[in-house]
């Protein structure tokens, strides 16, 4: 595929997801009419120059654990496979309950005292992370995961 590498990285993305969902589907039961779809929350940090490797760490050591804890599914964590970005890209998809639940789970993962206590302890030398992305998306009537 030609064109924007920022396209060819989000088709990257979106096609593992749907790899991923085949798996998932496997261990969830169909949404029905009456059971509400998740909203999936698409994730692209930058990490600072050289930092990638701490932000990996502490998202394997940490991160993902406390996500767990405050209810959010961590569907896959991605670095894209050409540079530049494969130096300085982690790009993430979490499952929430809903949009509400979503805002919920982040205003109580701020405010853990555990993540705040990982986050200073990790940014002792300096921040991990130059950008945050997020982008919200709803599964479409015919996608595998939702």
Avoid: C
Avoid at 14 to 25: H, N, Q, V
Avoid at 72 to 91: F, Q, V
């Amino acid at each position: 595929m030609s064109g924007d590498p920022l396209i060819r990285l989000v088709w990257l993305v979106l096609s593992i997801a749907a790899i991923l969902a085949f798996a998932e589907l496997a261990r969830t039961e169909e949404p029905t009419e009456n059971m509400p779809t998740r909203v999936f929350e698409i994730r692209t940090y930058t990490a600072e120059d050289g930092k990638l490797d701490a932000l990996n760490a502490r998202f394997r050591d940490h991160t993902t654990k406390l996500f767990e804890k405050h209810g959010m599914t961590s569907i896959g964590y991605w670095i894209p496979a050409d540079e530049p970005r494969s130096k300085n890209t982690l790009i993430y998809i979490l499952a929430h309950p809903s949009r509400d639940a979503a805002k919920q789970n982040w205003e109580e993962f701020g405010k853990d005292s555990e993540w705040q206590k990982v986050k200073a302890e990790s940014e002792a030398d300096g921040k991990l992370v130059t950008k945050v992305e997020s982008v919200y998306v709803n599964p479409t009537d015919y996608s595998p995961l939702k």
